[in-house]
């Protein structure tokens, strides 16, 4: 624009941004951004056009994607579900700082009960998994109030013995050698054979005669090795299967497994079989989602999970609990399911599914690593043809399996309960798991005295 003078208005010969720069900048700060918007609208309307035109490759391509996924996890990549401790039952106590110490706090106060029964009962306990421990592996594991070393021969063989070194203590399970079918200590290399006599001194023609550790009987089943433990030291009064349930188990695979740390008392777990009472309210609510906790109502909708069950006593070491599940909205039942737990002793229980499509077993083992902790492992196997069926089931049992732990971690013990019509099997439990203790079994205020608890 021309100002009267005929020269150029230097207010409107400037670019406007020199005018005032605030507002300026402004605007071409909104410019981006719009320009920037309109390019991610168009961006996502040229996908959705492209997902609309190619809509049924591009399922088939998910379908796809999620099928070879779930092949590989069923057959090639076994499922490992792993939970400490503070990661099931404390739900109560409100994550943030200082939470772990919240929780070691909720442990230490609880009140355990009184007149708990021993700790380390009688039987077989898994010490290691046995696809974990290769030929030459050596292993340090700490249960059932003593320190083991766990090792693979050069001949195949899982044994275990004690830990500690006669010589000058070293810990074998941490650094020692696996020599043919013997162990070498790290320290000062002396020799062990599978007996536990010490073979082998460097520098001595031959070792003095008497120096030995203690061997303990050991065993490999269900993809676990199991060590024998007896306070009044038998051998082994069963073995961890029976010739049936090995033969029975030819030709299956492994499909995974998962890993609980629990704070209870041992017997609490195996009593869970037992507990027909707590299966309508610990188990009903739905697998897929927990609404109906707080809004019980809603279960006839979402579904829910019904039970029957029945527990007896069988020869000796040997109880079965029988179980059927449905699921269950309103009055409709659908995907029956029947299953048999087998209790093998104080620390093995094998839980049988027979589904539409075969069989799969759950193999639980309980050690107690302390007075009150026990490693819970459930061991997954299925013929091939059931691979995906079997590894689909890993997560919803744990699921199932976190509801008792909840109840494990924050009870008490007690020794003589108030028993109602519905609480018979647990007497008859109780009595039958008694057959586990012996006279020599460490009480539980001994244990404590000198417990392996962390
Ligand atoms: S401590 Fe084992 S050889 Fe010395
Ligand atoms: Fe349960």
């Known amino acids: 624009m021309l100002s009267v ?20 900048n402004c605007q071409i700060d909104n410019d981006v951004l719009l320009f920037y918007f309109k390019l991610a609208l168009a961006a996502l309307r040229t996908a959705l ?69 021993p700790p380390y009962p009688n039987g077989w306990f898994a010490l290691a998994e046995s696809r974990d421990l290769k030929i030459g592996g050596v292993v340090s594991v700490d249960a059932l109030g003593h320190n083991f070393a766990v090792y693979r021969g050069e001949d195949g063989v899982a044994r275990c013995v004690d830990a500690y070194c006669p010589h000058l203590g070293a810990n074998m399970g941490v650094g020692g050698t696996v020599r043919g079918s013997c162990i070498e200590c790290p320290f000062h290399k002396w020799t062990f054979n599978a007996e536990g006599t010490c073979v082998s001194i460097p520098d001595l023609d031959s070792p003095p005669k008497g120096i030995s550790i203690k061997t303990w009987p050991t065993a490999e089943g269900d993809g676990a090795v199991w060590v024998w ?23 299956w695979g492994y499909r995974g497994r998962n890993e609980f740390v629990v704070s209870t008392h041992i017997m609490d777990i195996p009593e869970n079989g037992a507990d027909i009472a707590h299966l309508s309210p610990v188990h009903s609510t739905s697998v897929f989602t927990s609404v109906a906790n707080k809004h019980p109502y809603l279960l006839n909708f979402v579904g829910h999970h019904s039970w029957e069950a029945e527990w007896t006593r069988r020869e000796e070491h040997r109880a079965r609990m029988t179980l059927t599940h449905y699921y269950k909205f309103g009055k409709l039942s659908i995907f029956r399911l029947n299953a048999i737990a087998d209790q093998n002793g104080p620390g093995h229980v094998r839980l049988r599914f027979q589904t539409r499509f075969g069989p799969v077993l759950f193999s639980l083992s309980v050690t107690p690593i302390g007075v009150l902790r026990q490693k819970v492992v459930h061991r997954v196997f299925s013929p091939w043809y059931n691979a995906v069926m079997a590894a689909s089931f890993i997560p919803m049992e744990s699921y199932m399996f976190e509801r008792d732990i909840t109840m494990w971690n924050n009870k008490r013990y007690i020794s003589s309960p108030i028993y109602v019509k519905t609480d018979k099997s647990i007497r008859a439990f109780r009595a039958w798991y008694s057959q586990f203790y012996s006279e020599k079994s460490v009480s539980f205020k001994d244990a404590t005295q000198n417990p392996l608890d962390w």
């Open 229 to 251: 433990y007896d306070a009044e030291g038998r051998s082994p009064l069963w073995s961890v299967l029976s010739p049936e349930e090995q033969e029975e188990m030819q030709g």
């Open 5 to 24: 003078d005929g020269q150029c208005s230097t207010s409107e010969a400037l670019p406007a941004k020199m005018k005032s720069p605030a507002i300026s």
């Open 49 to 117: 056009e492209c997902i609309y035109a190619h809509k049924l490759g591009l399922m088939l391509s998910v379908i796809l994607v999620l099928f070879v996924y779930v092949i590989y996890k069923s057959y090639w990549s076994p499922i490992l579900y792993l939970k400490e401790l503070p990661d099931v039952g404390f739900n109560h106590i409100p994550k943030g700082a200082n939470r772990d110490m919240k929780v070691a706090r909720a442990l230490q106060t609880r009140q355990v009960g009184t007149k708990l029964p």
